[in-house]
T-cell receptor, first 113, second 113 residues
Framework: EAGVAQSPRYKIIEKRQSVAFWCNPI?????LYWYQQILGQGPKLLIQFQNNGVVDDSQLPKDRFSAERLKGVDSTLKIQPAKLEDSAVYLC???????????FGPGTRLLVL | AQTVTQSQPEMSVQEAETVTLSCTYDTSESDYYLFWYKQPPSRQMILVIR????KQQNATENRFSVNFQKAAKSFSLKISDSQLGDAAMYFC??????????WGAGTKLIIKP
């Protein structure tokens, strides 16, 4: 069974530029999560999807971050414009059911200069 | 408050020996899931073991086992026969009522050869 796929693995941009991350969850997993993880900290949930609907985006900085999950499968997370403090690893995870074990992709390391 | 506490920022163990990582949490619920995740330097989050609170039997996965004390709200991870590949950050997490994960701050495990 293929795991959660994410791309790109690394991205370096300058502040005020835009960037997009892609995630493909495990086949059949209805729930998809985007996390931001700053070095030395645990993951922080940005947004949770159930199929193609948003369950929780209370911690998503909506003035600059957006996410979508068209057709309830792949998802993209966008940052526009990026700030220095957005430098982090962005993790995508999926689970078969809400509250079930979450399986993570390899993450995207973002560096904003 | 829904919190997960890992009181050991860093632990070290000699290769082939046993180490226990501690985790405590706060909850008023009677049924919930608990997880231990491992994050090596590659930053990919890997599910190590899970425990369902209604099950009294401690979960075991090969060299990894938990000591789940429901009344004490304690969920420690025991790693037997430690190997160099076990070196990583270990995060304890609990599912809360909205099916999201509450994460501990992590414990860095160092394996001494």
């Amino acid at each position: 069974e293929a795991g959660v796929a994410q791309s790109p693995r690394y991205k370096i941009i300058e502040k005020r530029q835009s960037v997009a991350f892609w995630c493909n969850p495990i086949s059949g997993h209805a729930t998809l999560y985007w996390y931001q993880q700053i070095l030395g900290q645990g993951p922080k949930l940005l947004i949770q999807f159930q199929n193609n609907g948003v369950v929780d985006d209370s911690q998503l900085p909506k003035d600059r971050f957006s996410a979508e999950r068209l057709k309830g499968v792949d998802s993209t997370l966008k940052i526009q414009p990026a700030k220095l403090e957005d430098s982090a690893v962005y993790l995508c995870a999926s689970s078969l059911t809400p509250g079930g074990p979450q399986y993570f992709g390899p993450g995207t390391r973002l560096l904003v200069l | 408050a829904q919190t997960v506490t890992q009181s050991q920022p860093e632990m070290s163990v000699q290769e082939a020996e046993t180490v226990t990582l501690s985790c405590t949490y706060d909850t008023s619920e009677s049924d919930y899931y608990l997880f231990w995740y491992k994050q090596p330097p590659s930053r990919q989050m890997i599910l190590v073991i899970r425990q369902e609170a209604y099950k009294q039997q401690n979960a075991t996965e090969n060299r990894f086992s938990v000591n789940f004390q429901k009344a004490a709200k304690s969920f420690s991870l025991k790693i037997s026969d430690s190997q160099l590949g076990d070196a990583a950050m270990y995060f304890c997490a609990r599912v809360v009522s909205n099916y999201q994960l509450i994460w501990g701050a992590g414990t860095k495990l160092i394996i001494k050869p």
